[in-house]
């Protein structure tokens, strides 16, 4: 579950900011991660939401997106999104 590991990451990454910026408050939080991370949205945010608790980024709004993988291929030059997580080289 590394999801809990990204999330203490990103509130101590936070909450630094926020000490610096001298701010009172956290309102919303910007996320995006690559597709690939294989993060489960649900979890990442219950377990960013334990590691705010009781800080200034407690009722942050979080605001998620996943970015899909984009490649190209060398053999015909195709631009081609990966709808899996996983890549098979042929």
Do not use: Y
């Amino acid at each position: 579950m590394h999801e809990l590991r990204i999330a203490e990451d990103l509130s101590a990454i936070v909450l630094e900011a926020a000490g610096n910026a001298k701010l009172e408050k956290v309102s919303k939080v910007n996320i995006i991660f690559g597709q690939m991370i294989q993060i489960v949205p649900d979890i990442f945010e219950f377990a960013f939401r334990e590691c705010v608790r009781e800080t200034i980024a407690e009722n942050a709004k979080i605001s998620m997106e996943i970015m899909p993988v984009k490649m190209k291929c060398r053999g015909c030059g195709n631009d081609f999104s990966v709808k899996e997580d996983r890549l098979i080289w042929k």
